[in-house]
């Protein structure tokens, strides 16, 4: 069982920063831990449904972020820790959600986990909020 742990969430000003972390401990089933899988954060606006945010391949290869907050956001892991990272910088009030981290234990070394269909270990979240 992996257990991901966020950190990092609060109340900033329009324009401002935030660095979200992401923990991760334990095994998948095949001996995996967070280092070895597909890292993703998704978010829930107030009112709204769970959307994703950013991801990174389980070799750091690949990432992605979605069209809103492209340039602004950086997901990175720091190579074998068991720890991931978002970025935000440039923050807007429309980026006030609960942020969650998400891992996929999926099988190809530079897949991206995109969608919550292929999310195997979900965080407890951590608030963010862009005051204005």
């Known amino acids: 069982q992996v257990l991901l742990v966020e950190s990092g969430g609060g109340v900033v000003e329009v324009g401002g920063s935030l660095r979200l972390s992401c923990a991760g401990s334990g095994r998948t089933s095949s001996g995996r831990t967070l280092s070895n899988l597909a890292v993703s954060w998704f978010r829930q606006p107030p009112g709204k449904e769970r959307e994703f945010v950013a991801a990174i391949s389980r070799n750091d290869d690949s990432t992605r972020v979605a069209e809103s907050v492209k340039g602004r956001f950086v997901i990175s892991r720091i190579k074998g820790e068991n720890m991931v990272y978002l970025q935000m910088n440039s923050l807007k009030a429309e980026d006030t959600a609960v942020y969650y981290c998400?891992?996929?234990?999926?099988?190809?070394?530079?897949?991206?986990?995109?969608?919550?269909?292929?999310?195997?270990?979900w965080g407890k979240g951590t608030q963010v909020t862009v005051s204005s």
């Open positions: 998400a891992a996929g234990d999926v099988n190809w070394d530079s897949v991206v986990v995109v969608t919550t269909a292929y999310v195997d270990y």
